[in-house]
């Protein structure tokens, strides 16, 4: 994650402030909680960010770790690889913008990776982008995150030898990466607007108070 100030900002130029907050708030919020549903207490770290996300990740059965790569994947493969130096068998990569994921969409990416012996990934539909990558310690392969990410996913695993299991789960398919895909969400997404609102007041009374107490 990035501080909250800066999330998203450049693409969201058109959003205000507190939308985008509350919006970046309840992704991560819904995301986490869906992790840790899926695979237990103490299995899901947010990566990065500032203490108003370590608060909510926290808040939603996360731990919380400073970032400490230079750039979303060496941040990413320094975390996988702090997972398989305390002995996890494998660890997946989970954006933080998934509006309909679900616990059964984590399990399946699970599942796909036979015990843990091959990696396994969710295509995102929108920009060929990844947006699940399940890492092996046995195979481990280097996150290479971004726009066509999945196809170097996909070689860099042919090229190990360990080929990559193309997962189909319907949740793990749509991110929220632009005000386009904001109103599909709203206009799709059951319970979007309202948890939204829920959020949207939360962030205005945050700012609220951080403007009295500077004040």
């Known amino acids: 994650m990035k501080p909250l100030a800066g999330a998203k900002s450049r693409l969201w130029a058109d959003v205000t402030t507190l939308e985008r907050e509350a919006v970046i708030l309840m992704l ?3 995301v986490v909680r869906a992790a840790v549903e899926a695979l237990g207490p103490g299995s899901c770290h947010v990566v990065g960010g500032d203490a108003v996300v370590r608060d909510v990740a926290k808040a939603a059965g996360a731990e919380w770790d400073e970032e400490q ?4 994947n060496s941040s990413v493969w320094l975390a996988m690889q702090a997972a398989y130096s305390e002995g996890c068998a494998a660890a997946i990569f989970l954006p933080g913008d998934l509006p309909v994921v679900s616990a059964r969409d984590i399990m399946a990416v699970s599942a796909a990776s036979e015990s ?4 396994a990934a969710v295509r995102a539909k929108a920009d060929g982008g990844t947006n699940a990558l399940l890492v092996p310690a046995s195979c481990a392969i280097e996150p290479q995150l971004g726009l066509q990410s999945f196809a170097l996913h996909t070689h860099a695993a042919q090229r190990q030898g ?3 299991a193309v997962v189909d789960a319907p949740g793990l398919a749509w991110d929220v990466d632009s005000p386009d895909d904001l109103e599909w969400a709203r206009a799709n997404v059951a319970g ?3 948890s939204l609102y829920h959020w ?10 951080q403007g009295e107490k500077d004040g």
């Open 162 to 164: 360990t080929p990559l």
């Open 192 to 194: 979007f607007r309202e």
């Open 200 to 209: 949207h007041t939360l962030v205005e009374l945050r700012a609220r108070g």
């Open 69 to 72: 790569g230079t750039d979303l």
């Open 28 to 30: 991560l919020d819904h």
């Open 116 to 119: 843990f012996t091959r990696p």
